[in-house]
């Protein structure tokens, strides 16, 4: 007597452990994928913005402010560079008040001695 039976149910184990290997592998791909858009998120926007800030007050923008938007080492960072903007606001302020206050050279008169 000859039956017919598909693959699928069989139970051999040579299947079953091919199967359970290519789900485990699935989900560890699934768990790297969304670690790597955690980080791209959470580490990697934070820090393009913070280096767009940087370059844009190394280029002698003193007007844009510079917010923290988080509270973790991007924010710390962002907190320095907006007080190093003040100061340098400060600095240039004091320079055009001390030229403000030097008195414009006398021009020497036409009489000789």
């Known amino acids: 007597m000859v039956s017919a039976e598909p693959a699928a149910a069989l139970k051999l184990a040579a299947f079953q452990v091919q199967a359970r290997t290519m789900l ?9 994928v969304a670690c790597l ?23 002698g923008d003193h007007r844009t402010v510079l ?11 962002t907190r320095s560079l907006e007080l190093l903007r003040q100061a340098l606001v400060e600095r240039d302020r004091g320079a ?12 020497p008169s036409g009489s000789a001695p």
Do not use: F, K, N, Q
């Open 24 to 32: 485990a592998g699935l989900l560890a791909l699934s768990a790297g």
């Open 37 to 59: 858009g955690w980080l791209h998120i959470v580490v990697v926007r934070p820090l393009r913005a913070l280096t767009g800030c940087a370059e844009r007050l190394a280029d």
């Open 96 to 107: 055009m008040a001390d030229v403000a206050r030097v008195p414009a050279p006398s021009s």
């Open 67 to 77: 917010y923290p938007v988080h509270h973790d080492e991007c924010g710390s960072v």
